[in-house]
């Protein structure tokens, strides 16, 4: 398996609230990989965003080397871990009225052998790509999301809607926060490539298909990607993870 990650602030945003985190388990043949988009003021959303990826890395990578089970129930490990770095970011903005109201997207892949699995909140995303074809793993967490599956908007018109930002869900805001859990099937070559918003905002899915043709590898992809965010003057923050299996 290979890895790569890439953050920039972007061309506007003077602060960088996105982080990112990849840990490699070789003797458990497994990568864990967590991208989190912060919100909540400049402070606490740097501090939201770092507390989740590194919470929730932390405790996932403590539960899959303690665990001696044949087939370990990684889904429950990372609800688990999932709920920790939610309370750990409620805690936070409970105690200190600086941080009040902070919270983070989270999107994590875990590559474990032969299996894959995703977890989200929010509307940081994960899509597979294969030679083939590009298709998006998570459902965002999102007011225009919600109003495309009532049928009110269509996908082309959420791209660009005035509320296309707000989150219905997101770690830190409530002590309780559910998380989508998905096992996409992967063949060798196949890429899951996670990323916050401020890349889909600035390239659509068939550009980022069609630069993955031409970049086949995590490494030049995820540069790939990042300059021609860059390229377009970015207006968020640009977080992007590749894995390959």
């Not at 299996?115 to 074809?133: E, F, H, M, P, Q």
């Not at 989508?180 to 889909?200: E, N, V």
Request: proline letters at 3%; one cysteine or more.
């Amino acid at each position: 398996m290979n890895s790569f990650g890439i953050t920039d602030r972007g061309a506007v945003r003077r602060d960088n609230q996105d982080s990112f985190l990849i840990e490699r388990l070789d003797d458990k043949e497994c990568v864990i990989a967590v991208l989190c988009d912060g919100m909540g003021g400049e402070k606490a959303g740097n501090i939201a965003s770092d507390l989740a990826t590194k919470t929730y890395a932390s405790d996932l990578r403590d539960r899959i080397t303690a665990n001696k089970k044949r087939k370990p129930d990684i889904k429950a490990m990372m609800e688990q871990a999932c709920n920790k770095a939610n309370r750990m970011i409620y805690s936070y903005s409970c105690f200190d009225t600086d941080y009040t109201g902070m919270g983070t997207t989270m999107v994590s892949a875990v590559i474990c052998r032969d299996a894959a699995y995703v977890l989200n909140v929010g509307d940081s995303r994960c899509y597979k790509i294969t030679r083939k074809r590009m298709e998006q793993i998570t459902r965002d967490h999102s007011l225009v999301q919600d109003m495309v599956d009532r049928g009110e908007i269509s996908p082309e018109q959420a791209r660009t809607h005035p509320r296309r930002n707000v989150i219905t869900r997101a770690l830190g805001v409530n002590e309780l926060v559910p998380c989508d859990i998905f096992t996409p099937k992967l063949q060798r070559g196949d890429m899951l490539l996670l990323c916050s918003d401020g890349l889909t905002n600035m390239l659509e899915d068939k550009e980022i298909f069609a630069l993955s043709r031409k970049n086949p590898d995590p490494l030049s992809l995820g540069r790939a990607l990042m300059a021609e965010a860059l390229r377009r003057e970015a207006r968020d923050n640009v977080t992007i993870v590749i894995i390959s299996k």
